[in-house]
Structure formats: C-alpha cells, structure tokens
C-alpha cells in the first residue's frame, strides 16, 4: 500500500512569513512528486513538480526533494492571504504504477 | 481545447440510478486519470488511461464503476445502481505522457439522495 503523509495541519502563519508544509512517502521508487494548491470548492491546480534531489525554486515557491529520507516539502516565502489553501502533495510511482497518489493535504491559513 | 473539461459540473440522481460523467482532456494529452474526493480528503485514485486502454483500474471501489476511453481522448465514469456513499467530487486530470505533469479539470459534484 503506498502511502503520501502529510501534517493535516491547520497551519497558520502571519502575513510575508514563511510556510513550510512537509510530505513523507512510502514507495522508495517513486519518481516524480507534485504540489497542488486547492482553494476551497475548487479542483487541484498545480504549482510545483520536482523529480531530482535538491532544491528547485519558481516565484515564491521552493520545493525540496530528498529520497533517500523520502521526504518532500514545500517553502512559501512573503506569505500572502491569498495562499490561504489547502496544500495536496501527490507522488507518481514507477513502472506500471503510473498514478499519482495524494496525501489528504495541509490546510494553510496566512493572517494579515 | 485550453484546459480539462469535466460535465456536468454538478449532479444530483436518485439512490439506484445509473450516472455516466464525462471528461474532455487538454488535447494532445494521452494519459488521463479519474480520482474522487471527499470532504476533508485527498483525491483517491480510480482509473488510469494510457491512451484507449485502462492501464490500472486498481482504485475502482466494485463492479458498479466502471470507465471507458473508445477514442483516446474523451472518458466516461459510469456509476450503476448509485448508492448514497458514492457522493464526492469526482476529478479527471490529464497529462502528456506517463511521467509529466497532470493537469485537473473543476470537477463533477455527485450528490445521491
């Protein structure tokens, strides 16, 4: 059984401070990780996808990749009301396990 | 067509009945997925297509549901016999390959009563 988990939090941070929201996974050959944002009443958008080691930057945003601890997180830097979401991390397998499995996500709230 | 279009946005259907959704990926996208959520949850796995073919049906609950793809681009979920716990958001998503980025059309909202 693969497994995604995240800290269902709710996660509350003030205004233009960092986010740091965390995902553990239990399939070792994953191979490719996403973070989703979901605004409530909406469907998943994607904001960052990541399939290295390290760290990879767009915006505001960073995401870290380490495999060998299986662990993937996501930084929002000068955090802004409007982030105030639900943060889904999802993790696609390898061979013919091709899915994405999702955690059941960190709710981020983001005070003014 | 610009993103994943899911009809219709929202159904409504009496215990029993039988329910078909549908689901227009971004075109030129040749894998496509369907996934249900609960409140407070992930999306839950369903099917996956790789072009006509259901290359893993694993999540599907029973032999209620059941997804098909006759042209490799436009799906149908069908629920027979729709039973009250069959009510969430029902999600596709596309991508371009196996292994990129999966896109999520606005999703269907089934309510059975």
């Known amino acids: 059984q693969k497994e995604v988990e995240q800290n269902s939090g709710p996660l509350s941070v003030p205004e233009g401070a960092i986010a740091s929201l965390n995902c553990t996974y239990s399939?070792?050959?994953?191979?490719?990780f996403f973070w989703y944002r979901q605004y409530s009443g909406k469907s998943p958008e994607l904001i960052m996808s990541?399939?290295?080691?390290g760290d990879k930057e767009d915006g505001r945003f960073t995401a870290q990749l380490n495999k060998a601890s299986q662990y993937v997180s996501l930084l929002i830097r000068d955090s802004q009301p409007s982030d105030s979401a639900t943060y889904l991390c999802?993790?696609?397998?390898?061979?013919?396990?091709?899915?994405?499995?999702f955690g059941s996500g960190t709710q981020l709230t983001v005070l003014p | 067509g610009a993103g994943v279009s899911q009809t219709p946005s929202n159904k409504v259907t009496e215990k029993g009945k039988y329910v078909e959704l549908r689901c227009d990926p971004i075109?030129?996208?040749?894998?496509l997925y369907w996934y249900r959520q609960s409140l407070g949850q992930g999306p839950e796995f369903l099917i996956y297509?790789?072009?006509?073919?259901?290359?893993?049906d694993s999540g599907l609950p029973n032999d209620r549901f059941f997804a098909v793809r006759p042209e490799g681009s436009v799906s149908t979920l069908k629920i027979q016999r729709t039973e009250r716990g069959d009510s969430a958001v029902y999600l596709c998503?596309?991508?371009?390959?196996?292994?990129?980025?999966?896109?999520f059309g606005q999703g269907t909202r089934l309510t059975v009563v």
């Open positions: 998503a596309s991508s371009r390959g196996a292994n990129t980025e999966a896109f």
């Open positions: 990541i399939y290295s080691n």
């Open positions: 399939d070792r050959v994953s191979q490719s």
């Open positions: 075109s030129g996208h040749t894998a």
């Open positions: 999802a993790v696609r397998g390898s061979g013919s396990a091709r899915q994405l499995t």
């Open positions: 297509f790789q072009g006509t073919g259901a290359a893993d």
